[in-house]
């Protein structure tokens, strides 16, 4: 089981590489990530299949919108990585 950190940890660790002119330390996790740098509809398509690989879950296409904030991808994420 994943804690929120180690989580949290992951998500900006992918945002990262997908958005290297991400300002990861002052992003907002209650903020949409397309609002807050330049992350278009392939980026986010990418970001969702990378967390997918990194945390070997399955996130079905309808589930999308729920990755929208880092707070939304946490809270969706926690129940997927939980037993």
Not at 11 to 31: F, R, T, V
Not at 61 to 75: F, K
């Amino acid at each position: 089981m994943l804690s929120e950190d180690q989580i949290q940890k992951t998500i900006l660790e992918i945002i990262g590489k997908i958005a290297p002119e991400a300002d990861i330390a002052h992003l907002d996790p209650a903020e949409r990530l397309r609002n807050q740098f330049d992350f278009d509809s392939v980026d986010f398509l990418n970001f969702a299949i990378a967390l997918q690989a990194h945390l070997n879950v399955k996130i079905p296409e309808e589930d999308y919108p729920q990755l929208a904030t880092i707070n939304g991808c946490i809270a969706y994420l926690k129940s997927k990585c939980t037993p």
